[in-house]
């Protein structure tokens, strides 16, 4: 769905027939998103039911045709078919597939645009924008990725995994795109420790000096990139879900999404809490 944010108004609904998990643009592609799906599964059993596996947990599904733990990664061009344009749902003129993955838990661009990253499993998924069509270069994690954020300058990212860690990659380089198919790589990278559990989000402050993470022990956690050194805003009420960098007036804030539903806002300059709001409780 494409919409004008400060009207409020929803331009134009893009159907792919596929379910979306994430999604990122750049402003060097413009008229196009990228997005990471789930693939129909090939292999359903005729009786209508199939196993998969997510995170460990076998889980039966009934009448339907997608598999959660395979998925791919589509360029999406946001101009509809002629026979489309004038219809509610509208179909994509372009859609390119950039390579499969497994069910993914994070996609990005660089702030350059020049490369896309996705992480999935023990996975990181690694690829040009400018040669799409080469697909994906393959980098090994130890533990199985959740989250993932690009520094808003230099060329590398960090990722967030299922044992505490949090690894900067630095694989970005003249490597990508010149492997075998099925080679898996192992990457140069920094790796910082102390979640006891998953980091559930992880994000960079707007001058690259500190990355911010986040997860079930209700700290946010401060990592200054040259030093290694941290702070910490414990306590802050609930599991931390997601950890957003945004500037208020002149003041740059760190925006935390919360389980239980609150959004809460950290001032960067004094390290407090200044202000919070809670949304609609929604089941579990």
Same mark, same amino acid.
């Given at each position: 769905m494409v919409w004008d944010f400060l009207d409020g108004v929803l331009l134009q609904t893009i159907d792919i027939s596929q379910p979306i998990h994430h999604i990122c643009a750049h402003e060097q592609f413009k008229d196009?998103?990228?997005?990471?799906?789930?693939?129909?599964?090939?292999?359903?059993?005729a009786n209508g039911i199939f196993f998969f596996r997510m995170t460990s947990i076998y889980s039966v599904l009934t009448k339907t045709s997608y598999v959660e733990d395979t998925g791919v990664v589509l360029r999406i061009?946001?101009?509809p078919t002629k026979t489309t344009a004038q219809t509610r749902l509208q179909k994509s003129s372009?859609?390119?597939?950039v390579g499969k993955t497994r069910s993914a838990t994070g996609l990005a661009l660089s702030r350059s645009g020049a490369w896309l990253v996705a992480v999935a499993g023990h996975k990181v998924y690694v690829a040009r924008t400018s040669s799409l069509k080469t697909g994906f270069t393959k980098y090994v994690s130890?533990?199985?990725?959740?989250?993932?954020?690009?520094?808003p300058f230099d060329e590398y +990212?960090?990722?967030?995994?299922?044992?505490?860690?949090? $690894?900067?990659?630095?694989?970005?380089?003249?490597q990508?795109?010149?492997?075998?198919v099925g080679v898996e790589k192992k990457a140069q990278t920094t790796t910082m420790h102390w979640h006891a559990h998953a980091v559930s989000s992880i994000a960079f402050t707007f001058n690259g000096a500190y990355l911010l993470s986040g997860g079930e022990?209700?700290?946010?956690?401060?990592?200054?990139?040259?030093?290694?050194?941290?702070e910490f805003i414990p306590r802050v009420g609930a599991p931390i879900q997601t950890i957003g960098v945004c500037k208020t007036g002149s003041e740059e804030e760190y925006l935390l999404g919360l389980a239980d539903a609150t959004y809460m +806002?950290?001032?960067?300059?004094?390290?407090?809490?200044? $202000?919070?709001f809670s949304r609609i409780k929604l089941g579990a």
């Open positions: 196009f998103v990228f997005v990471a799906v789930s693939r129909p599964a090939s292999n359903k059993p061009s946001l101009t372009e859609v390119t597939a130890p533990e199985g990725l959740t989250c993932l954020a690009f520094h +990212f960090a990722t967030g995994d299922d044992k505490g860690n949090i $690894r900067l990659w630095y694989c970005l380089n003249e990508v795109g010149k492997h075998a022990e209700a700290v946010l956690v401060i990592w200054q990139l040259h030093t290694g050194k941290k +806002f950290v001032s960067a300059s004094r390290l407090k809490i200044s $202000r919070s």
